[in-house]
């Protein structure tokens, strides 16, 4: 027990000194075996874990949903995402906002990744927002939230690293998501609607569009459309594997955005080495979060923890809910990802041994990553949007996403207390 | 220098990735559409997965992207900072090397008793070695932004881990 804590002190305090977190639970998980089990087997240990991430078929999995949304991203499609969207609700109160939800939405259940939606969304949504009049609190603070959708609606890179490190099915992972998902997104458009009641000026109602225009809209999506109902309906049908979901649905974006005209040699060189360099530093976490793992679950610290909670008889909901506030508060400061994949060995075992399904608890996972993404003053979102959007203050982005961080701990709060919400849809599947 | 470097592996990454996402489709199409797949893709795309992540590797380095805790950054003074850097520079440098000494020692091994793919009887230990001298790649990049700290990318880590 003490030589994991030990550890786990260490990790932390490597991270403040600025050593990349990948390093500190590598180096951390590596030295902590070698003192504990010897240095030959604890060498030849680690090689064969960077072999065996190195040489994984269902790995090919996260390159593949990385490669698929960046290949839809360069393609342009979240322009007719928000534009169909806006002609159906733009002429509401903050229908903008309301629209740049949806289009995260759209836009989620193609790309895997949080950041990359609300990158996105800030080149399409916030512009017309800005023309408009709307207050940037709210216009920030929407596409922040929004872009959060992308790891709840599948495919998610979360719901995969956690699918592989807790060997949980990623089909059931990727159906659990989709009710939760479209909580969240009506969650962050009642966010949406109680600001702009309070304060109509921050966004101002926009055009009507006439229903010709609506149904021209439409039209621009049925390519999202249907490369979505092909690698979900495929992988959610039994037809094909994650994997080979995921390798259909990088090709079908590539080819799409092929027709679209939106790649040149030089531009497919670059989504293509833009994808590879994020693998990479997936992996780099991966292969340290093994390295760390293997550490604590050599130590006694996961039994110990387990046998004590429960030995204690808490309920064990009261015991997934300490799990998560624990995530929400360290989510504040910590990248999510690593904090994650650093407590999965002591949290999961609990987890299970409480009777809890992992399907369940993935998804609590990624709403936890959601929450910590856009809390300040710690936020990855929230960061890029400032790194865009050259005018607009961090404090104005801050100020802004409250609510919607509101929004979203309701969201886990429903989900903890009613499991159904994530566990119904996969029941359907075999 | 860095440039051909990058170069290099950016070129051997992006053919790999597109070689496992045509491999995938010609395979899953093959046996959906025709009932023929491609002998031995299972392990082509393993092997193409260790070209990907490994010449992936210096490109993350030499673009900063690892995933680090900066929030400390903006309390410290500038010549702490560069100190600190190096520092960080070096353990970077001494584990990407210890990791490439041990695959090499791995590649050597399996080399020995000529290890090999299952059905397509490709040898493995080249891509081992080829683990191996990327992380070596890597670990001497780091050690190049010790020497040269103005190669360091600005400062504000950008990482799309989610």
């Known amino acids: ?79 007719e995402l928000f534009n169909a969207a806006y002609a159906f609700i ?91 998902g479209l909580l969240c997104a009506g969650l962050l458009m009642a966010g949406v609607a109680w600001i702009t009641w309070r304060d109509p000026q921050a966004g101002p109602a926009g055009e009507r569009t006439a229903w010709r225009g609506r149904w021209r809209a439409v039209r621009g999506i049925w390519g999202v459309a249907l490369l979505v109902v092909v690698v979900l309906g495929g992988i959610y049908g039994g037809v094909f594997t994650a994997t080979e979901g995921a390798g259909i649905g990088a090709s079908g974006a590539f080819f799409f955005a092929l027709a679209r005209r939106a790649l040149n040699w030089r531009v497919l060189y670059e989504v293509l080495v833009e994808s590879a360099r994020t693998t990479a530093m997936l992996f780099t976490i991966l292969i340290a979060a093994m390295l760390f793992s293997g550490f604590v679950n050599f130590t006694t610290m996961p039994g110990d923890l387990k046998d004590w909670i429960l030995s204690q008889g808490f309920s064990p909901l009261m015991v997934v809910g300490a799990m998560m506030l624990i995530y929400v508060v360290l989510g504040t400061i910590m990248e999510e990802l690593s904090m994650v994949l650093l407590t999965i060995p002591v949290f999961f075992p609990i987890v299970t041994g409480l009777g809890f399904d992992p399907v369940w608890f993935g998804v609590l996972i990624v709403l936890v990553v959601q929450i910590g993404l856009i809390s300040p003053p710690v936020g990855m979102n929230l960061f890029v949007l400032n790194a865009l959007l050259k005018g607009v203050r961090l404090g104005d982005i801050f100020r802004g996403v409250w609510l919607f961080v509101l929004m979203l701990v309701v969201a886990l709060v429903a989900v903890l207390e009613f499991q159904p919400l994530a566990l119904w849809l996969p029941g359907f599947m075999r | 220098m860095r440039r051909t470097l990058a170069t290099l592996c950016g070129l051997l990454a992006a053919l790999a990735l597109f070689a496992i996402m045509v491999l995938t489709l010609v395979d899953v ?65 001494g584990a990407l090397g210890g990791l490439a000494w041990l695959m090499w020692l791995k590649a050597g091994q399996m080399a020995s008793y000529g290890d090999i793919t299952a059905q397509l009887k490709l040898p493995l230990p080249p891509f081992v070695y080829l683990m191996s001298v990327l992380c070596g790649v890597t670990a001497a990049l780091h050690g190049l932004l010790v020497w040269r700290p103005l190669l360091h990318p600005p400062i504000g880590v950008r990482d799309e881990t989610v």
Not at chain 1, 63 to 74: E, K, S, T, W, Y
């Open chain 1, 1 to 79: 027990m003490t030589e994991a804590l030990l550890a786990f002190g260490a990790v932390f305090a490597l991270a403040l000194l600025r050593i990349p977190l990948a390093f500190a639970m590598g180096l951390v998980g590596f030295v902590g075996l070698g003192l504990l089990r010897g240095w030959a087997p604890t060498m030849a240990n680690a090689a064969q874990v960077v072999y065996d991430t190195g040489f994984a078929y269902t790995l090919s999995v996260v390159p593949l949903f990385i490669l698929m949304g960046n290949f839809v991203a360069r393609a342009g499609l979240a322009h």
């Open chain 1, 90 to 180: 733009g002429h509401l109160r903050g229908g903008l906002a309301h629209a740049t939800i949806l289009a995260c939405a759209g836009f989620g259940s193609i790309c895997g990744s949080s950041i990359a939606t609300a990158a996105t969304m800030s080149k399409v949504a916030f512009p017309p927002m800005k023309r408009l009049g709307y207050a940037d609190y709210l216009s920030t603070g929407v596409i922040a939230a929004g872009g959060t959708l992308g790891i709840m609606i599948p495919p998610s890179t979360i719901l995969v690293i956690y699918g592989i490190v807790t060997e949980t099915n990623i089909g059931h992972l990727f159906a659990a998501g989709v009710l939760p």
């Open chain 2, 29 to 93: 199409g093959g046996r959906k559409l025709l009932s023929t797949s491609v002998p031995g893709s299972l392990e082509l795309t393993e092997l193409l997965m260790v070209v990907l992540i490994f010449a992936g590797l210096p490109l993350v380095s030499l673009a900063g992207e690892h995933v680090v805790f900066d929030s400390l950054d903006r309390w410290l003074p500038a010549g702490v900072r560069r100190v600190q850097q190096a520092l960080v520079d070096l353990l970077c440098l």
